[in-house]
């Protein structure tokens, strides 16, 4: 396992992450002692970080989670949750509002077990007005930071651009990172135009979702999932390559995503002890960089072909 440091936070993490959402029944429900051993076993290997919110399961996650935290030494890790997204009886919700950010955080360490947040995030930002979050949310999280309730403060979303207007428009120093899903993995790399940026703000960068919410799997992505048809077909197509060279593509898509030292850390979801061995082991083999290219050429040749016949 390497660490990198998460921009200039003192946080020195693991280059794979514990993503936590799975502890809530995002994807599909879990047994619980099981989600709690997946914990454990992530900690024992050397992971060092892990990211969760409120948000997912509806505060379940969470739940789940301060449960194996509590037996679990407190300098072992960094803990990330966020504000924003919430949800109750299965209907979403967001307030980004100041008092609800700050309600919020209290609500999360006592759910965790825990009374400090190493990071805490504006959760999805493109759900909210933008202007709130520079104005309002954030300078409520900056205030838990110079109380010492929190570490550092991040934003999170999928949209890139988002990111960046919320940082242009924010006082230096008031975002350390930002985690982004889906934008650094083998079917769209996105996020390596937005490297030098980040890196100019001594902003850290956190990677989210390598095998793109299911894309970069033999099971498939599940049928919401929002890629463009041409996207899919291609990911199936790499998919059937990777299968025929007795190769997972899971294997590569996770070696993929931490091969970048300019991004601290990659986080992947699981609520199952043994996917979390399997994606240890696939990231301490040497990745096959022939492969990588053949993938790459297929999903974007794939692509080509789908926009040209559209």
């Not at 966020?82 to 999360?108: H, I, L, P």
């Not at 350390?176 to 937005?194: G, Q």
Request: charged share 25%.
């Amino acid at each position: 396992m390497q660490y990198h440091e998460i921009g200039k936070t003192g946080m020195k993490v693991s280059s794979l992450s514990f993503g936590a959402s799975s502890l809530g029944g995002v994807f599909h429900d879990i047994k619980e002692k099981e989600g709690i051993t997946a914990v454990f076993t992530a900690i024992e290997s050397g992971i060092n970080f892990i990211d969760v919110s409120p948000y997912y399961g509806h505060y379940k996650a969470e739940t789940v989670l301060g449960k194996a935290l509590k037996d679990i030494p407190r300098d072992r890790y960094y803990l990330s949750t966020k504000v924003g997204r919430y949800g109750k009886d299965g209907v979403n919700t967001w307030d980004y509002s100041a008092k609800r950010a700050t309600e919020s955080v209290y609500e999360s360490m006592e759910r965790l077990n825990i009374d400090f947040i190493d990071l805490i995030n504006v959760h999805d930002i493109e759900f909210a007005d933008l202007n709130q979050v520079v104005s309002e949310t954030l300078p409520a999280l900056v205030e838990l930071r110079e109380k010492g309730v929190v570490g550092h403060v991040g934003i999170t979303d999928l949209q890139l651009e988002n990111l960046k207007w919320v940082i242009d428009h924010s006082p230096a120093g008031t975002v350390e990172s930002v985690l982004n899903f889906c934008h650094y993995c083998l079917c769209d790399d996105k996020l390596v135009d937005f490297l030098d940026y980040f890196e100019e703000k001594g902003i850290g960068i956190i990677n989210a979702s390598p095998l793109s919410m299911g894309l970069l799997t033999e099971r498939g992505a599940p049928a919401w999932h929002p890629a463009p048809k041409s996207l899919a077909a291609a990911c199936r197509k790499a998919v059937q390559h990777c299968k025929a060279k007795n190769y997972p593509i899971e294997k590569l898509a996770m070696q993929f995503s931490v091969s970048n030292p300019r991004i601290a850390t990659t986080l992947f979801s699981t609520a199952n002890p043994q996917n979390v061995k399997n994606n240890i082991a696939f990231i301490e083999a040497p990745m096959d960089e022939e492969l990588v290219r053949e993938v790459r050429e297929i999903i974007g040749d794939q692509q080509r072909v789908s926009w040209a016949n559209s």
